[in-house]
């Protein structure tokens, strides 16, 4: 599976949107790109995903360029209950019946008032 | 509808001893998975079962890790002996394993300790 390269961490006021930079220069035609964040002291929690096109879901969007080699995770309205770490995951869905996940280190974001 | 529930939520043991983990993933759920993760580091994969059958298990270090998944629905993972290197959260998650681009659910962990 590519790498992922993301910023250790971020702030980011409540109430303002975050955006979650990931590049992934090494992703290949049929990775899809996953998000998932983890909450301290919490299993992870599934965000969004995507193959080539821009995503949308409750939670947040999937914005990814038309060369696939980076995305960027948009939480549209903070609050303080989004600090976590959030992981951007490149996986070919394709290889089994499930998906392998290999996980970085990922991004922390802290939501302040 | 229940998540993956994992038990014990934390545990502490002295070196050289054993223990286990138990995992109940979510209802109808046929992938299961058990990860590692150190602190301030991201989970690692361990073992992936469809059904009852292991299907990847290259990461597992199988002279002191075991695990099985009897029925294809509970699992047990078991360290013997521990060693202070061990000292983690274990992981268990779950997918329906019925199709492409599925997610994982994961449970809230057990942290183990290593004294």
């Known amino acids: 599976d590519a790498k992922t390269t993301q910023p250790p961490s971020m702030d980011c006021a409540e109430g303002r949107a975050a955006n979650l930079p990931c590049n992934h220069s090494t992703i290949s035609g049929n990775e899809y790109v996953y998000w998932y964040r983890q909450i301290h002291s919490q299993g992870p929690q599934y965000i969004i995903h995507g193959l080539k096109n821009n995503e949308t879901n409750e939670m947040a969007s999937l914005i990814i360029t038309e060369d696939r080699k980076s995305s960027t995770l948009i939480l549209p309205h903070a609050t303080l209950r989004d600090t976590a770490v959030y992981y951007c995951i490149v996986s070919d869905p394709h290889t089994g019946t499930a998906s392998k996940l290999t996980f970085g280190t990922g991004t922390r974001l802290q939501v302040t008032l | 509808e229940a998540g993956v529930v994992q038990s014990p939520r934390y545990k502490i043991i002295e070196k050289k001893q054993p223990v286990a983990f138990w995992c109940n993933p979510i209802s109808g759920h046929n992938t299961l998975y058990w990860y590692r993760q150190n602190l301030g580091q991201g989970p690692e994969l361990l073992i992936r079962y469809e059904n009852e059958e292991a299907v990847d298990d290259s990461q597992l270090p199988k002279d002191r890790f075991s695990a099985e998944r009897l029925k294809g629905v509970d699992s047990t993972l078991k360290i013997q002996p521990a060693e202070l290197g061990d000292s983690a959260v274990y992981l268990c998650?779950?997918?329906?394993?019925?199709?492409?681009?599925?997610?994982?659910?994961f449970g809230p962990g057990t942290r183990l300790l290593v004294l």
């Open positions: 998650a779950s997918s329906p394993g019925q199709g492409e681009e599925e997610t994982q659910y």
